[in-house]
């Protein structure tokens, strides 16, 4: 049985995750940690530093602004991390890249087992497409509740068509300042906020003639918290270094 600590445990997300685990048979969350303590099947501390539990691996789906004090408490613990937090500072980034030297350490951009497979596709033939002469164009749609943008996801699409070229391309998120024709240079990134959307990403290739979308739609939070859980199960017991869903898609 996999020990799980669950960071954010009371937030949407965290207690989503801790739904689906009450049904699976190879985790068992041993403590959660919120700000907002409250009720549930297992202990809530409100800050990491206070779980005394033994755990094989830690999920975070809490703020930002924590995540640096369960990236230091996971490295002088030696227990694995899968990061799920978005909207993470350069530093933040950073210092997850320095833990990984001496613990696991898990982050993508998305959890959705969908997103890592199209990131797969766009590796492998985002440079086949370009020097067809297709232009690349990304557009995510999410909740009005959504603080930040271009979502994660949407960057890290965007990287995954980058990763396939030689030429790297430049990522643009406003055009309004300027008339001139579209250079071939460009990655156009747009952000869409409204109701309750999931989360939408469209990965448009247009050409002459022809458009080519590559597409993704959540309709539910449940495909991130599978894939947070199929995470932790990948990345317990597993030595120092850095994953993704990547490695778990393969």
């Known amino acids: 049985m996999i020990r799980m600590i669950l960071h954010g445990c009371m ?9 689906i685990v009450a049904g699976d048979g190879e ?6 940690v919120d700000i907002n303590t409250g009720e549930a099947p297992f ?3 409100s800050s990491i530093d206070k779980v005394s539990e033994a755990a094989d691996v830690v999920v975070d789906f809490g703020n930002a602004a924590a995540v ?3 990236v230091t408490w996971c490295e002088h613990n030696r227990v694995p991390l899968v990061e799920c937090t978005t909207g993470l500072s350069d530093e933040t980034l950073a210092h997850i890249r320095e833990a990984s030297a001496s613990v696991a350490m898990f982050k993508s ?3 959705s ?12 033939n985002a440079a086949k497409l370009t020097e067809a002469g297709y232009d690349v164009e990304i557009v995510e749609k999410h909740h009005r509740n959504k603080l930040d943008a271009p979502s994660g996801t949407a960057l890290a699409l965007a990287d995954a068509v980058n990763s396939g070229l030689e030429e790297k391309k430049d990522y643009v998120y406003d055009r309004s300042n300027r008339r001139q024709v579209r250079p071939d240079s460009e990655i156009g990134i747009s952000a869409i906020r409204g109701g309750s959307i999931v989360g939408d990403h469209d990965v448009i290739f247009a050409g002459h003639d022809e458009v080519i979308t590559f597409s993704h739609s959540a309709y539910s939070r449940a495909v991130f918290a599978k894939g947070a859980i199929e995470a932790a199960k990948f990345v317990a017991g597993k030595g120092a270094g850095m994953y993704d869903m990547s490695c778990v898609v393969g």
């Not at 937030?11 to 739904?19: F, P, Q, T």
């Not at 087992?113 to 492998?124: P, R, Y």
């Open 43 to 45: 202990p809530v501390v």
């Open 68 to 70: 640096d004090g369960v």
């Open 11 to 19: 937030g949407r997300m965290g207690k989503m995750i801790a739904d």
């Open 27 to 32: 985790v068992q969350i041993v403590c959660g």
């Open 109 to 111: 951009a998305n959890m």
């Open 113 to 124: 087992l969908g997103i890592n497979i199209i990131s797969k596709i766009l590796k492998e």
